[in-house]
């Protein structure tokens, strides 16, 4: 007999950029909804874009039953985001309105979210809009505020970490400068760990902005030295002093007239200021594809189940989260509009610092 629940019907979605864990997180959730509480569940595909559309399938455990070891989403995803950009919230539109609309046209109770800040945020301002709404966070950039980690983190980081690997070989056969760029616009977690694991030379995070001759000085010591390689790792949004001493719109324009992303940008300077020989590899997307890390599938599953408590004990509002080794949750408030970037005194930093890394000061 199932136990009683306040929810009878929700409906779920992921939104964002996909990421390993995600399949896990919707089983988790299901599997404790549906046999635990008994739950009816309706599947909204592609993120926000399915409730406006009305673009919805009923869920059954056949549904979700094998998908706990699959990367991506069975629900897919896209980048809607009905209340326009994170950083500012704009009035209710018609977009924001349809999505009213389809929850109390499909008797919702509850709207669960799976995705990172974008997500979360646009999660609260329908709560705040009167739907009872669950988060669940999730990014490869282990950005989101009120957590202490993402899932898809860990298995972004085993990726980053292999390549990184991979690249001093190839790095130290043909005595070359390698910079491999990873994710991670504005926060640097995943350049930062996956540098670390990976013994990187050099590190560029957003939240630290570089000068070039510094990077530059320590890689020609490095070599004098008798190293005849070095490995630099770049976090997609890394950018120098002189960028971070400009207003946004500049920097945009700035960049497009480059039109380089920040891992050649760097490689380029590198080779032009020392002579050393340079490489530059992106990963991209290889980052969030693929099967989740037993971290992460532990993780999503335990956010997962967490979310169906929270629904059959009616504590809408809430996003599920990690906080120091226990599950719990936050006010659904906490993430909106913000980014959680890598503190500069962070203790891996230090440590970076420590074995010799430069983090491009
Ligand atoms: O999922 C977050 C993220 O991986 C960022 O690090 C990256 O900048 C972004 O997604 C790019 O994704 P897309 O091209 O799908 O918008």
Redesign the pocket.
Known sequence: MAIHSITRRFGILTA??D?PGLNAAIRGVCRAAHDRYGMEIIGIKNGFRGLIDEDVKVLKPEDFSGILTRGGTILGSS?EKPFGPTEKAEPVNEKVSAIIETYSKLELDCLVVLG?NGTNTTGYRLSREGLNVVGLPK???NDIFGTDRTFGFHSALAIGTEAIDRLHTTAESHSRVIVVEL???KAGWLALYAGVAGGGDVILIPEIPYDIKAIAHHLEKRSKSGKNFSIVVVA?GAMSIEEAGMDKKDRKRYRQEIGLSAGYRIAQEIEERTGLETRATVLGYVQ?GGIPSASDRVLATSLGTAAADIMANGKYGRMVALLGNDIGSVDLSIPEGKVRHVPTDHFMIDSAKAVGTCMGE
Do not use: L, Q, S, V
């Open positions: 964002g950029g990421c980048r990172g990014t490869i950039d994710m991670g616009h997609e969030r």
